[in-house]
């Protein structure tokens, strides 16, 4: 190629509706591809790795056979944390000093931001964008004097901005002296330095060959003057992409573009401003290869994406230059049907040979969503844009370690923890430890245990699974003292590593997510800075997510060779046959803006800083640069998690200026009907009906009521055998106040005689036990204590007419009916006279009246019936008082007697108990007829077995 005069810069692009690394290719292949070392004498520039790999396959497919590539060089990516190619590097007498670490950086940016009153998790929230802050103005060029300038000529700053400034000034001001000291600069500064030097010497010695400067978008002004310099050298081009040449985009449009920071074509205007380099300057790639789409599509998106001042003209457009075809819409109801969609429409694209497909997305949800639907059909298709390393399974076992540790032990993040998949080994050790761990679950239902090892000790100890605590026990042992004081963080880290060893071994280290993982810790133990950073248990876990969410890991190449899912960044210069733009809802594409806690905008803007709205005429340009595919699907759902959702402002353009977009109603109707069931058919009222040999003979007295008011519940408990479980890490519920009042009573009467002054020093006792919650404490105790101390009274008032307890907590049983009931008495008093008094506690109201006249609340009767039988040991006497002690409140006190027999009388009462439970009996237990559910709604208040019945499906219909 003839070297060009020096005035006349070499910049050139290639048009959105072509594919930019296949042009490429095509275009220096043709040039220099003639001679066999043509290609090899040459470099191109590239934004990022992933623009390295998609111009090295775009040279393979458009040469067909094997060539020596160009070396191909990425400037580095600052947002993908890439580094700037080691080809840039040169060995001179001067070198540049190496870039700090970013683990580093960090934690010596914590020293300076963090105040006296702050944690370390918030300092380091802070640090981190201080860091971006620093970044930017250096990428910008802006020297620490600017900012003190800009600050003191900007007025009318709020008082918060004013602090932050000051306190941003101070950090800016020590910063340079604690690099210096350490021979570092910032990653940023040296990528400027580097290329700063590399245009210096290109400018005085230019390599031989070409150099091509392809795909680089970033205006930052160290890359705008590399790319001059590579533009105006002999055997230099720039090559843009997607720049709206004349033919597309007036010059009266073009001209107001220095204000359109949303605009696609913003950040291409910038750079060209800075490379000195007019826009009429700018020739078209030409001998391109194959189109991606057409021209006329490319006019059309340039004209939907234009300046809101000139917006108007889509009244005059002809149809021609507005229609876009080979863009669908499918709008689903919510993320999950988007999700299934996009799954479906990839899955298609595979069975034309050859077709490749991709996603385009900024939405990571929606990307791992598809990515699992894709794994129906076996296709792995990898989310190239990564995941954050505190989402890996390596990340969550960190983090659950630090939970289960900066929580005591707790019951939900111990077993969070003992069930993580990196736990316990792998194979059959895996399914014996597993098999341990879920005895242990069942063992931690209810209530939480008091904290740490001492209280599990205790508490498993108690529900005798002290054999299968035991090997767990080994393997958490080391979480007790992980950190319970202030800590250094490099001791933290040294902690975290030992836990990680006990409990998975080698496991937690292996591929990327594990590599990264130990490479933070490890940072983190050689750190001096570390060594120095003290941290409170508060903020292990806070600090510990930050630092694995600000690592990304991206999975290495060899997923599916056709499908492929891309973020915006990774989705530069890439296309593919179909594109899939998924989430084009407004707040995802595009992003809100990122407040910037440090830089009003108004200092920004004296700085001469792009506002933060220029990451949105970012995802603009990626926008309408993936339109160019040469089929694109457009989704979105109209409603997230929570709320109706905005159709992106992108979306909104496209369909203002069509008139509508085409509507993929195939593709909408394919994913509503994919996992459709069909017509609901609701169930009717369940009502088995077993046969008599399989109903049980024996039934305890608190289960009759059950029967009564829903068999199909008793049919449940006591046929099929199932039982509720409480929640791990219960909250303390109404039963759990009643066995433990119920405890406290039989103490008193066993220990204590039922001494009316020692019973309040047993519920003070009760109240100040580990186990209950301070809040539960606080609410509980005044109304206890009221209702313990009128027991009291009620004991000397029974004592002074002659009665004396007997028995507390007694089983019995006896044969009623044909059916054998058996059950415990909270309480057996004898009276003076030689009968005796049923006695039950209750925590909770006593049954009503009606419910008893109904033939419900049956208990007392029957214990009264099984006492008249003989039925428990060392009992004697005829039943003559059956009694409720109530604690709730009655005529403003807490505490309440209740006589069940009190308007029927003794015999009576009894009778009536044994008639309606032999009704029962003889319907559901002796007899066939079905377990109905639900046959007594008003007696049945509790829900265990309600979505086993099904019931929302048939209750209230008929």
């Not at 006019?299 to 876009?324: G, I």
């Not at 992980?482 to 902690?495: E, K, N, Q, R, Y």
Request: charged share 25%; proline share 8%; hydrophobic share 45%.
């Amino acid at each position: 190629m003839p070297d060009r005069a020096a005035e006349r810069p070499a910049v050139y692009s290639i048009p959105g509706h072509r594919s930019f690394a296949d042009s490429l290719a095509a275009g220096l292949l043709q040039r220099f591809g003639a001679e066999p070392l043509g290609l090899a004498r040459g470099r191109i520039l590239l934004p990022n790795n992933r623009a390295v790999r998609a111009v090295t396959d775009a040279f393979v497919r458009v040469s067909g056979t094997g060539l020596l590539l160009p070396r191909l060089i990425p400037i580095g990516d600052p947002q993908l944390d890439e580094r700037i190619g080691g080809a840039l590097e040169v060995i001179d007498d001067e070198p540049i000093p190496a870039a700090i670490d970013p683990l580093e950086r960090l934690l010596t940016l914590i020293g300076l931001v963090r105040l006296g009153d702050e944690s370390t998790a918030e300092a380091a929230r802070l640090s981190g964008e201080v860091g971006r802050t620093l970044d930017a103005l250096q990428i910008e060029d802006i020297d620490p004097p600017q900012l003190r300038t800009a600050v003191a000529e900007t007025d009318d700053l709020a008082n918060h901005w004013e602090k932050s400034l000051s306190r941003l000034q101070k950090v800016i001001e020590k910063w340079p002296v604690v690099l210096a000291q350490r021979g570092r600069i910032d990653l940023t500064e040296r990528r400027n330095r580097l290329l700063r030097r590399l245009a210096d010497r290109w400018r005085d010695s230019p390599p031989e060959g070409f150099t091509v400067a392809a795909g680089i978008t970033t205006a930052a002004p160290a890359v705008a003057a590399l790319m001059a310099r590579v533009a105006y050298m002999p055997g230099g081009m720039v090559v843009l992409p997607a720049l709206s040449l004349a033919d597309v985009m007036p010059d009266e449009e073009w001209d107001v573009l220095g204000s359109e920071q949303t605009h696609p074509q913003f950040h291409l205007k910038l750079m060209l401003d800075r490379m000195g380099v007019a826009r009429g300057e700018v020739e078209p790639w030409r001998n391109a290869g194959r189109s991606a789409s057409s021209a006329k599509r490319g006019r059309a998106v340039a004209n939907a994406m234009t300046a809101p001042d000139f917006s108007h003209k889509w009244e005059h457009l002809p149809a021609p230059e507005r229609r876009l075809t080979g863009i669908r819409l499918a709008e689903l109801p919510d993320p999950a049907s988007e999700a299934q969609a996009i799954a479906l429409a990839l899955r298609e694209a595979l069975e034309t040979p050859g077709r490749t497909a991709a996603l385009v997305t900024p939405d990571r949800h929606l990307a791992r969503r598809v990515s699992a639907l894709l794994a129906r059909w076996d296709i792995a298709a990898d989310d190239s844009a990564g995941t954050p390393l505190s989402e890996t399974p390596a990340g969550t076992l960190l983090l659950g370690i630090a939970s289960a540790a900066a929580e005591e032990l707790a019951p939900v993040p111990l077993m969070s923890l003992a069930k993580h998949p990196l736990v316990g080994g792998e194979g059959e050790e895996r399914v014996r430890w597993l098999d341990v761990v879920r005895a242990l679950d069942r063992a931690l239902r209810g209530p939480r245990p008091a904290p740490g090892l001492a209280g599990l000790d205790a508490h498993f100890g108690e529900k005798k699974v002290t054999g299968r605590w035991e090997p767990v026990r080994r393997k958490i042992q080391l979480l007790q003292d992980l950190i319970t004081g202030p800590v250094s963080l490099a001791d933290f880290a040294t902690h975290l590593v030992e836990a990680v060893e006990s409990l998975a071994s080698d496991r937690a280290w292996r591929g990327p997510a594990g590599r990264a993982a130990a490479e933070l810790l490890g940072g983190l133990q050689a750190s001096e800075t570390a060594r120095t950073l003290t941290i409170e248990p508060t903020d292990a876990l806070p600090l510990l997510r930050q630092l694995l969410s600000a690592q990304s890991i991206r999975p290495p190449y060899g997923g599916h060779p056709r499908i492929s899912i891309w973020g915006l960044l990774e989705a530069r210069l890439q296309h593919a046959d179909l594109i899939v733009l998924g989430g084009l809802n407004e707040g995802v594409w595009p992003a809100l803006p990122s407040p910037d806690p440090w830089l009003p905008p108004k200092v920004r803007s004296a700085l001469g800083m792009p506002g933060l709205e220029f990451r949105i005429g970012l995802s603009a340009h990626d926008f309408a640069s993936a339109l160019g595919a040469p089929q694109v699907l457009i989704t979105r759902a109209r409603r997230d998690g929570r709320s109706p959702t905005v159709a992106s402002r992108f979306l909104l353009r496209l369909q203002a200026m069509t008139g509508g977009l085409a509507h993929d109603v195939r593709l909408e109707r394919m994913t509503a009907v994919l996992d459709d069931p069909g017509m609901p058919r609701p169930v009717s009222r369940p009502a088995p009906q077993p046969p008599v040999e399989q109903r049980p003979d024996r039934i305890s007295i608190t289960s009759v009521d059950r029967l009564n008011a829903d068999p199909f519940a008793f049919y449940a408990q006591a046929i099929l055998k199932l039982r509720a479980l409480d929640p791990v890490d219960d909250d303390h519920t109404a039963r759990w106040k009643g066995t433990a009042v119920h405890q406290v009573f039989e103490d008193w009467l066993q220990e204590d005689d039922c001494d009316p002054a020692k019973l309040r020093g047993r519920a003070e006792q009760l109240l100040a036990g580990e186990a209950i919650h301070p809040m539960l404490r606080a609410l509980w105790a005044p109304r206890l204590l009221e209702a313990i101390d009128w027991m009291a009274e009620l004991e000397r008032a029974n004592r002074k007419a002659g009665r004396r307890p007997l028995a507390a907590e007694i089983s019995g049983e006896a044969s009623l009916a044909g059916i054998t009931v058996h059950g415990r008495a909270d309480r057996i008093d004898r009276l003076a006279d030689g009968g005796i008094a049923i006695i039950d506690y209750k925590t909770g109201a006593p049954p009503r009246q009606k419910a008893v006249d109904a033939g419900f609340a049956l208990q007392l009767g029957l214990l009264g019936l099984i006492a008249r039988a003989g039925g428990f040991e060392g009992v004697s006497g005829e039943p003559e008082a059956f009694e409720y002690w109530s604690l709730t409140r009655h005529k403003g006190r807490f505490g309440k007697l209740m006589r069940a027999d009190e308007k029927t009388g003794a015999d009576e009462f009894l009778a009536r108990s044994y008639f309606a439970f032999a009704r029962a009996a003889q319907r559901w237990l002796t007899g066939t007829e079905p377990f109905t559910a639900k046959l007594n709604p008003a007696y049945a208040p509790y829900g265990d077995y309600d979505q086993l019945m099904r019931l929302e499906e048939w209750y209230g219909r008929g």
